[in-house]
Each structure stands twice: as structure tokens, then as C-alpha cells.
């Protein structure tokens, strides 16, 4: 990759180094008026890794991706790529190991009289 795309090796580099399947990752870098956008790709095994505990490690790869854009003089954000059934498919998925453990029905709150 040539100098002028530092931020997207920066940003491979950091995902690669934390995921189960480097080989997996890929970006699609984009400019136009805004600035840069980066797509980030990654399995969807690793996406758990990507993203962390309540969104910790995106917004951490976002907060440095920033501060490598701005010593370009660049406004840079990250976008992960997650297919649109993905989520869907995670919370069935969840609903199937765990039950519906831990969800609060109508039931449960008439029940309470609430």
C-alpha cells in the first residue's frame, strides 16, 4: 500500500494483530467531501473481537483512526461492515442457547403488577 493510505495499513495492521482470522480483514477506503471512510471487513467470528464489550474496542479503533487522520490533516472514520441478517441471526441464535432467560415479558410484569 502506498504512504498517501497510512491510515488504512494503521487500522489492518491494529484489527489483524487482535482477530482469530487475519487473513479475513480487509478495507475499502473511500473520499469525498466529508472526508475519508474506511469500510472495515472482517469474519464474522471476529466480529466480536472488533467491536468488544459494550462497543469499547470499536470506539477505541474510531478515537485512533482520528488521531492518525489528523496528522494528515484528514477527517477519517471507520465503518464496520456487518451484513444486515448477521444481527438478526446472532439474537436467534441466543434465544435458542439461552431461552428467553433474562427477558422481561408482559406476563412477567402483570404478574409483578406492574
Known amino acids: 500500500m502506498e504512504e498517501a493510505f497510512r491510515d488504512q495499513q494503521f487500522i489492518e495492521f491494529l484489527v489483524k494483530s487482535i482477530v482469530n482470522h487475519p487473513e479475513d480483514v480487509k478495507t475499502e477506503r473511500t473520499v469525498d467531501e466529508r472526508g475519508v471512510l474506511i469500510t472495515l471487513y472482517v469474519n464474522q467470528d471476529d466480529m466480536g ?66
Open 49 to 114: 473481537y472488533v467491536i468488544g464489550r459494550q462497543g469499547q474496542t470499536a470506539r477505541a479503533l474510531r478515537i485512533l483512526l482520528k488521531i492518525v487522520g489528523a496528522k494528515e490533516d484528514a477527517r477519517v472514520n471507520l465503518k464496520i461492515f456487518e451484513p444486515e441478517n448477521m444481527r438478526r441471526e446472532h439474537q436467534e441464535k441466543k434465544v435458542q442457547t439461552h431461552g428467553e432467560a433474562g427477558l422481561v415479558s408482559d406476563e412477567d410484569l402483570a404478574d409483578l403488577g406492574i
